[in-house]
């Protein structure tokens, strides 16, 4: 028999007066049959309606809004797979010039006409391929003497981002923290120097600690290990991950040593898609000279019409975000990253500030360095207090925001705090 209530839909019928707004959105199983892709779209988009706004969002990093431009010509390209140079040659001399722009950013002393760097999926894949490579090089140096390559280690604060903990497990290089304190905010180098090694392949500064969004003074680190190279005669190198900092750092401090100015930076990786102020996602790692990228990093094939060298742990990727960022690159030029990195210094100053007056709370720092900050409760307040910074991330998330509570990493991780990132949008 016929269901009565079944509705034939025919091109008049309104989205939510089809059939197809009946049935529950597939879970396990492929739907049978095609719909319409007015259907398709509504009921893809009414699954994430509920989540917060992308640029309500004040935990993430990632960029949320660009102009209508980039979005476009983002948009043109989002049907090409950058790898396949042969076929699209333009997008990989792009690429080339947005690896030239990053390191001349960062006082890259190579004189080549084509910097060495790499594109990467975001800042955590850029740091992979900073890692491998130090880890190469020591590799090669020490097979070179006839010694044992078997125990290799790095040495970051334990502020470190999650890669970095993907990365020690993935290639079994042993990770030595040097553990923050209220006092110690950012890395030691006299503590993280004594952590060091002959197995020691670098040492990780980071340029905006996720945690805390503080530096960690390279230019201190760097001197303390010329010394101590000197004395024992290593050369143990430094990468800087400046996932935050580096597009921060050379438009709002550019005297600041902290790049390839210095001595033992031999690397450093960035995220496009957070404060390069390109949709995700997108990332660089640059190389002080060719000669710190190892050989064995490189991969050709010949398959796609030409030899292709690539360096990157992953071969199909987007090339919009290509597009994305050398786009902005044009369109604000030095001066308007300046710009618009200065205005969310401000905004993020002020709020610093006022959440500072504050009586629940004290900041974990008395100032700002990139576009984030951290607050906690006040301990004697906590004490009494029928609420917890967990509640009021709940309690803003009713009004649409996220501004995240969480713990400190180890050694001070009875601190709860919460984190708002300021970013363009």
Request: net charge negative; charged share 25%; with cysteine.
């Amino acid at each position: 028999m016929k269901d009565l209530n079944f509705r034939e839909g025919d091109a008049k019928t309104s989205i939510f007066g089809s059939n197809e707004m009946l049935k529950p959105s597939p879970v396990d199983r492929i739907p049978d049959a095609p719909t319409t892709p007015e259907i398709a779209y509504q009921m893809v988009k009414d699954e994430t309606f509920a989540q917060t706004q992308p640029r309500l969002n004040l935990a993430t990093f990632v960029t949320t809004y660009m102009d209508d431009y980039a979005t476009k010509l983002m948009n043109e390209a989002i049907n090409i797979n950058y790898i396949d140079e042969t076929e699209y040659p333009r997008i990989a001399v792009m690429n080339a010039k947005c690896i030239n722009i990053m390191a001349n950013l960062w006082n890259s002393p190579e004189e080549e006409k084509w910097k060495s760097g790499a594109l990467a999926i975001g800042s955590s894949e850029a740091c992979m391929l900073g890692g491998v490579a130090a880890w190469l090089r020591w590799r090669k140096k020490r097979q070179a003497e006839g010694k044992p390559t078997d125990k290799p280690n790095f040495v970051i604060s334990s502020g470190f981002q999650v890669v970095w903990e993907k990365f020690a497990q993935l290639w079994q290089i042993e990770m030595r923290e040097v553990p923050l304190t209220l006092e110690k905010t950012t890395l030691d180098p006299v503590e993280a120097l004594k952590m060091c090694d002959e197995n020691t392949i670098c040492i990780v500064p980071i340029e905006g600690v996720t945690w805390t969004g503080l530096n960690d003074d390279v230019e201190a680190l760097d001197k303390a290990l010329d010394e101590f190279n000197k004395k024992t005669g290593y050369d143990i190198p430094i990468h800087v991950d400046a996932a935050s900092g580096g597009f921060i750092l050379p438009f709002l401090d550019p005297h600041k040593k902290w790049d390839f100015r210095l001595k033992w930076v031999l690397s450093i990786s960035t995220s496009g898609h957070k404060f390069g102020l390109v949709y995700p996602g997108l990332g660089w790692v640059v190389w002080k000279d060719k000669k710190y990228l190892p050989d064995e990093m490189s991969f050709s094939v010949n398959y796609l019409g030409a030899n292709i060298t690539q360096v990157g742990l992953n071969f199909s990727r987007p090339a919009a975000q290509i597009l994305g960022q050398y786009y902005q690159f044009i369109r604000l030029g030095f001066q308007g990253y300046k710009a618009v990195q200065y205005n969310s210094m401000q905004i993020t100053q002020y709020l610093h500030d006022e959440i500072g007056k504050m009586a629940p709370f004290v900041n974990y720092s008395d100032h700002v360095e990139n576009p984030l900050f951290i607050w906690y409760m006040k301990p004697d307040y906590a004490k009494t207090a029928k609420w917890t910074l967990y509640d009021l991330q709940d309690k803003l998330k009713q009004g649409g925001w996220m501004v995240p509570a969480y713990t400190l990493p180890e050694n001070i991780q009875n601190y709860v705090v919460m984190r708002i990132v300021v970013r363009q949008g």
